[in-house]
Structure formats: C-alpha cells, structure tokens
C-alpha cells in the first residue's frame, strides 16, 4: 500500500515553517456583544508536525482551526500558509487553499448521507478538475489507505461511526493536502474506535503529513509531537 | 459527479421531490388543457360562424334595423284562390309563403357592385335570405268572417293548433337566394356537395335547389325530387353538408339569387353581402370604407361576429379563457413559490453539508450549480408529468368530445317584436340556425414547447433563490452551526 503523498516541499527551504501567525485576533460581533475568542496569537507551525490544541470550551479552538483552514480571516494580524497570506487572500484564493492545501476533518464526519463512501471521497477532488482515471486512482487509493477498500460502495449509514470518520479522512487526503486540519475527530467516536482513528492519523504524519488537532482528548494529545493549550483566546506550548 | 450527487439528492429526498414536480405537474397539465381548450372553443366559434356566414367571409353587410312595426306584418291573405270549402263548410286551405327577414330592411342589388368596387374588396356576393312558410289545415265554416283568417306567422316554428274546431299546421323553412356565379365567398362557400351537385352558372332563373343534408333527411327530400318554395316547385339537383363542422349548413334550402327575388316579390334586392377582403390586414380599412359609403347598412367583422355567438358555447368561451386561465395561472404561481419554498427549506436543512463542501474547497459557483441543477431537474420532472397528465388530458377531451351547442344571435334584436314563440325561424336570417358542436382540445406544438419552458423557468427561478441562499453560507459558519 503505498502512502497518499503529501506536498514535498522546496528543499532548499527545509526549516520555513507551514503555518506563521503573527498577532493573531479574531473577535465576533453579535447583537452589541463582542466576542474575542483569539487575541494576539504569535505561533509557528513546521512542516511534518504533529500538533494538538487543547483547552476549555469556548477558549477559541474552532475559531482558530477555521483560520487555519481559510474558511475565515483574522480581525487583524498576520497569517501565512507557505507562501499564501490568508489574511489578505480573496474569496476566491481562500477557496483554491482550502480545495488544493489543506484537508479538514470534523467531528460530526459530515459526510454527504445519500452518497457512497468513494462518492463522498470524490467530493473531495471535484474543485480540482483531474481527468476522470486519476480521480477514480485517487479515490481508490484514498479509500485503501484508511483500509475501507471494501466498502468503497457503501453508504454512510451502512458503516459505523469509525469507518465513517475514515471516509472523512479518505476525503480530506484525496487531494493530497499540505496539512491536514482536524475539529474534535475522534469527539463522536467510542474508545476502540477512536484508537482506529488515531493509528490512522499517525500513520499519516509518519508518513511525512503535517497534522493540527483540536481535541479534549489526552489520550489523543499523548500521540502528538507538540500540544498546545488555547485558553481565553491566547496560546500556550504545554508540550514539555 | 455532478449528476450523480443531484441523482442521489433528489432521490434521497423523495418527499420534497415529489411534492415540487407534482405541484409543478398539476399547473402544467392545467395550462397545456387550458390552453388546448381555449384553441377548442375558438375553433368551435369560427366554425359555427363559418358555416353559417362562409369561409373566407371577412365582413357581411346587411341592411339597417328597424324600428318596431316599420315592416309589415306577417299574415296570410287568403284570397278567392287561397282555400277550397267542401260542401260541409269546412274550408281546405294550403298556402306556401316567402318572407323576407323582419326587422332588418333588404340592400339593393347595387350594392354588391359598390362594394366589389371599393379598394381592397378582393369578392363580394349578395345572399337574400327568405323563410318560407307553409299554412295548410282546415277551417270550419265561420259565419260571420268568412273569407279572411289570419294567423301569426311568428308562431311556434313548426307548429300547429286547433284553431275553433279546425285545424292546421304552419311549416317554416329557411330558403337562401345565393348568386349561382360567385360561390367562393359566402354561405355556400363552406358546403361540401354530398350528392348531386352545387348551383351553377347556368341555374341562373331556373327552378332549382339545393338542399341542406339535415333537412333533407327530416323531409324526405332526395335528389331528382322536388321542394315546394313560394308555391313553385323546385328541383332539387344537390344535398349539401358543412364542410367545417357536424353542424348544419346556413339554410335549408338554396336556389338561385333571381328566382328567389321573384318568388318573393322584392324586386332586385338582397339581405346580406358577403366580403373577402383582398388581405388580412386591410379588413379594416376595408370596413370603414364601406361604412362610409353606405351608412345605412351594418358591416360586420368576424370578431363583430364572433361577439354574436351564444348559447353554450359561449358560456364554454368565457368560462375557459376567464376561469380556466386565472386558475392556471394562479396554480401555476402557487406551484412556483412551493418550489422557491421547499428549495429554500432545502438548504437551510443542508447548510452543514453546503458547509462542507465549502470547507473541502468547492467555489461558491460549484455550490450554487449543484442546487440550481436539482431544481431544475424537478422543475423538468413536473413539467415532463404534468405534459403527460395535460396531453391525457386532452385526449380524454377529443375522445368524449363533448358537443356544446351555439347559436349566433344576430337577429336576437328582433325578438322584440313579440309575438308567440317570437325568435323562432320566422324572424332568423341565415344565422337562425342553433348547432352542436362536437368541442375539441388542439394540440399545438408551442403549447409543448411553452409547458417545458415553463418547467424550466420554474425550476430556475426556485434554483436561483435556493442557490443566492447557498451562497450566502460561510463555510465557518456553516459547519458552527452544527457542531
Ligand atoms: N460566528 C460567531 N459569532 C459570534 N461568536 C462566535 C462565533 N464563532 C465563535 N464564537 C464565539 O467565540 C468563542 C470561541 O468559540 P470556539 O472557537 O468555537 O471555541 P471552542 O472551539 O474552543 O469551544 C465562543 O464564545 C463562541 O461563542
Ligand atoms: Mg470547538
């Protein structure tokens, strides 16, 4: 089985990190009460890590995942992705990151109920406009790489919560992303399961696949190479 | 994969698939019948005009109205010849009489000419139209008036009485005079000849006639055989049937335009003249015209005409283009705005997974795209039921073909002039005849064409609010509002 390969990056420039967030706010303006869920966050995230974000509820982890995911852009500060200021990017730039850089995974899967396991894999590489072998290629792969080969044709309903989340993931590195952002991944999930989700995830980073999880969860925190804690909108490393 | 998803969608979402192309269907079946129903009456309304004033007939002239008793009365002078009395005193009487239309006055045959010389005029036929009724029965011996009976002409068409202890019957058919050389326009320009043959050149001051089918039938007339008009026999050399319609033709009985003017003794005249104009658009210019030369007549278009038509079919008339109009388009309003509806509803119950495909990369155009599509595909799925549902429809129409009955009221006004049964043939001219018609819904290929750009419209005007909807999702927000 050979590994969904990440985006090599330039090797002449082997220490410029992934992600670089400087002064990092974000604040949410709602019927006159203003929300700061990120305030000031300086953080640096290199190529290949492994990084979890804990912290209390509210404390702004989704907020910041969304940024990281340029489903949104920060009040103010600055954020690059290599080379891309997602700060300052358009719509339209936003959304070639988010169909060619990055993978997302949630906690609730959000696959889509009426299709297959690798129609939903598809829907990963439909922004991309590959030919239709190379697609069918990817999505096979994909599939055989979070090992549900078998149940290429079967509908979300018909797998269980583990393997949907795997087909969630299958969708995620399809497009091979530079990084793979995760929400709570393992939030719906039982132990054995969420211990299926973590191998996988590790495989991935071993396999040379920057990951950044948002979790509760220390059991997850514990795999991960550098944890951080996000905590009334700043960041702190508690890796140790 | 894009028809995949939106195969998967809407069959996953059967309820609200369902709910939209029925909706869809239902307005759609009704404007397709609607429409084919208004094409049917239209066409029952020129053909109960056309075989009553001809084909081809642009305008009819007649003469002025006028005024109550400026006519004479109907009544039947028997004279010393009019009746033979028996010994016992009862007096056998038989008498045959030509009318012209009461309440209207004759044109004089000049006319004609003036009118085929106006610019525009491509042909022009005069017609005199005559009821001919028969008195026949039986009188006791009256001492003290003797001689002279009178009865009502006006009465009850076909019909008879006892008359003090006598008997009689009144028998009243309707005669054209029609010029034996200019068929193509006029009323016998819409008959087919089922037997015999038509009026000819040559049966000009010649004792023939031409007969209606219906009434030949009722009256056993045949060809070879003859018909009694005025009091002359006439030979009947032709049966004729409408060639636009099952209805009847014009008149009962058809001679020649200068033995019908003799018999009646009315010296050169006609009632009405019939009008081709030389082109469509020209027809009214050529109307005002003639008004301007002959003021003392009634020019009449075929839409003039067409306001005429009652009974029925016209009840059937303006209860399809009013009612059946108003509730296709009001289905059809309801039907859109279920579909806006239930296409919002949509996505706002999809919001995560529009969220999603966001998140995953897709542009706002992909997302937009893929709603609209489903719309329209419903929209298309409606507008293919409801043309199945509309085309049943109208075969279901043309297979029962109802028949609805009309009865152009041109003379209506002579109704006034009271009488027993008053607007009985006595008083109609050629338009006396009351027809069935057999209704018939026409397919028309734009009606086809119309339903499915309506399909279409409806399913891209709820795809473009479902969509505008749709883009207005921030993939953050989106995914927040679940999570
Ligand atoms: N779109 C928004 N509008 C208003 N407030 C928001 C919005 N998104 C998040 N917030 C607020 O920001 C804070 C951080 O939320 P979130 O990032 O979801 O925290 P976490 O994921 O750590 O639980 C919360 O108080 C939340 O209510
Ligand atoms: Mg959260």
Redesign the pocket.
């Known amino acids: 089985m050979t590994m969904t390969e990440p985006h090599i990056d330039a090797p002449n420039e082997p220490t410029t990190p992934l992600y670089r967030l400087a002064d990092v706010s974000k604040t949410?303006t709602?019927k006159k009460r203003v929300?700061k869920?990120l305030v000031g966050v300086d953080l640096e995230i290199a190529r290949g890590d492994f990084v979890t974000i804990q912290?209390?509820?509210?404390?702004?982890?989704?907020?910041?995942l969304?940024l990281l995911g340029a489903l949104d852009r920060p009040t103010s500060g600055r954020l690059t992705l290599g080379d891309t200021d997602l700060a300052a990017a358009s719509n339209a730039a936003l959304g070639s990151a988010r169909a060619r850089e990055i993978g997302f995974v949630f906690q609730g899967f959000n696959l889509i109920p009426t299709l297959t396991a690798s129609e939903n894999v598809d829907m990963g590489l439909e922004p991309l406009g590959l030919a239709d072998a190379e697609r069918r290629a990817r999505v096979a792969e994909a599939l055989a790489h979070v090992g549900l080969a078998d149940r290429a044709d079967h509908r979300p309903g018909e797998l269980s919560g583990g393997q949907q989340q795997r087909v969630a993931i299958a969708r995620a590195i399809a497009k091979r992303p530079r990084v793979l952002l995760a929400?709570e991944p393992t939030g719906n999930l039982d132990e054995s399961m969420r211990d299926e989700i973590l191998d996988l995830l590790q495989a991935l980073n071993d396999g040379g696949l920057t990951l950044i999880v948002?979790t509760h969860d220390s059991a997850v925190a514990r795999r991960a190479s550098r944890r951080l804690r996000?905590e009334k909108g700043t960041i702190r490393d508690i890796t140790r | 994969m894009y028809f995949t998803y939106l195969r998967r969608e809407l069959s996953g979402r059967t309820k609200q698939t369902v709910i939209v192309a029925a909706g869809l269907a239902i307005a759609i079946a009704l404007v397709i019948i609607v429409n084919a129903l208004t094409a049917g009456v239209r066409d029952a309304q020129t053909q109960a005009l056309e075989s009553v004033y001809g084909v081809g007939t642009d305008l009819t002239v007649a003469g002025a109205q006028q005024e109550p008793g400026e006519g004479d009365g109907a009544r039947f002078e028997f004279g010393e010849g009019g009746g033979a009395t028996a010994d016992d005193g009862t007096t056998t009487l038989a008498q045959s009489q030509l009318r012209t239309e009461m309440g209207r006055s004759t044109l004089d045959a000049t006319t004609v000419d003036t009118i085929s010389g106006i610019d525009g005029v491509s042909s022009a036929s005069g017609a005199l139209s005559l009821t001919n009724s028969t008195f026949s029965g039986e009188l006791p011996e009256i001492p003290a008036e003797g001689a002279t009976g009178e009865a009502p002409a006006d009465g009850a068409p076909q019909g008879g009485g006892g008359f003090g202890g006598g008997s009689f019957d009144v028998d009243s058919f309707t005669v054209l005079g029609v010029d034996p050389a200019a068929q193509s326009v006029g009323p016998l320009s819409s008959v087919t000849v089922s037997e015999g043959r038509a009026l000819e050149t040559d049966d000009a001051g010649q004792n023939v006639a031409v007969v209606d089918a219906t009434y030949s039938t009722t009256n056993d007339l045949t060809v070879g055989g003859t018909v009694d008009v005025g009091g002359a026999a006439m030979e009947i050399v032709g049966i004729v049937t409408s060639s636009t319609s099952s209805t009847d033709t014009a008149s009962n009985v058809y001679i020649p335009l200068d033995v019908a003017q003799s018999l009646a003794d009315v010296g050169d005249v006609v009632s009405t003249v019939y009008v081709q104009a030389a082109t469509a658009d020209g027809i009214a210019a050529v109307q005002e015209e003639i008004e301007t030369a002959l003021p003392d007549t009634t020019v009449s278009s075929q839409s003039d005409l067409a306001s005429t038509v009652s009974g029925s079919l016209s009840s059937a008339t303006s209860l399809v283009t009013n009612l059946g109009t108003w509730l296709s388009i009001l289905v059809l309003a309801v039907a859109v705005v279920l579909a806006v509806l239930f296409t919002i509803s949509g996505v706002s119950r999809r919001t995560r997974e529009f969220g999603t495909l966001k998140a995953i990369g897709w542009s706002n155009g992909r997302v937009i795209r893929q709603v609209a599509g489903e719309s329209m595909v419903q929209g298309l799925f409606g507008g293919a039921i409801g043309l199945a549902i509309g085309l049943g429809g109208i075969l279901a129409i043309n297979v029962i073909a109802p028949t609805i009955s009309s009865a152009p009221t041109t003379t209506s006004e002579a109704g006034r002039d009271g009488g027993p049964g008053g607007g009985g043939p006595g008083f109609a001219s050629v338009a006396q005849t009351v027809s069935d018609i057999t209704l018939t819904a026409p397919l028309t290929p734009w009606v086809l064409v119309a339903a499915v750009g309506l399909a279409v419209s409806a399913g891209l005007v709820a795809g473009a609010f479902g969509g505008w909807r749709a883009a207005r999702l921030s993939p953050?927000?989106a995914l927040?509002s679940v999570a």
């Not at chain 1, 912290?55 to 910041?64: A, F, V, Y």
Request: aromatic residues 4%; hydrophobic residues 25%; neutral net charge.
């Open positions: 949410y709602q929300v869920p912290g209390p509820t509210g404390g702004g982890k989704s907020t910041l969304q929400d948002v996000l | 953050a927000e927040r």
